[in-house]
């Protein structure tokens, strides 16, 4: 018997109760993000309500009715002069992982947001231990850029943040163009 396709598809509201669980896990049990206290699905909507709102895409991976991950872009830093850079974030469930669920919804994100005006992606990984985001990232294009050492406590250990970054569309090769 064949595994069900995986759709890479945009998020509705009936799909926070599974990110918010996905993303708790993660708070939790991982160190890809450095919040401390898993938000709840009131918090996650209004996360997701505020990244749909500007315009910019928050994509689940779904197989079989189930949501096995999600990915968003947002902008990197709410000053207007960087309103083509945005930050990706990936999140996927802990059984879902080494799939290559995490590599579709990268690469479907990255298209959305360049078909919508961004230029630049930017990669904040939380660990520089954490070596499938790593390697996701630079099979898709992205250069490791900086590294920021010991920048969070979590676990009772001191984490580096890695930053890569890829260039979408034309990238710094002619100037933006606002489409908002």
């Given at each position: ?84 850079c945005v930050e990706d974030s ?91």
């Open positions: 018997m064949t595994a069900s396709p995986l759709l890479i598809r945009p998020s509705t509201d009936a799909d926070v109760p599974a990110v918010c669980a996905i993303y708790a896990w993660h708070v939790l049990h991982a160190t890809g993000t450095f919040e401390l206290d898993a938000p709840d699905e009131a918090e996650m909507a209004r996360r997701r309500d505020d990244v749909v709102g500007k315009g910019l895409p928050w994509l689940v991976a779904e197989r079989g009715g189930r949501v096995l991950g999600f990915a968003y872009a947002n902008r990197f830093r709410p000053r207007k002069a960087y309103r083509f990936i999140y996927l469930a802990d059984d879902a992982r080494g799939q290559g669920s995490g590599r579709l919804l990268l690469a479907e994100l990255m298209a959305q947001c360049e078909a919508r005006g961004s230029r630049q992606m930017l990669a904040v990984i939380g660990d520089s231990a954490n070596a499938a985001s790593i390697a996701v990232h630079r099979a898709l294009g992205f250069e490791h850029t900086g590294l920021l050492k010991a920048a969070g406590w979590k676990f009772d250990r001191w984490l580096d943040v890695v930053i890569m970054q890829r260039g979408l569309g034309l990238s710094d090769r002619a100037p933006a163009i606002d489409l908002e």
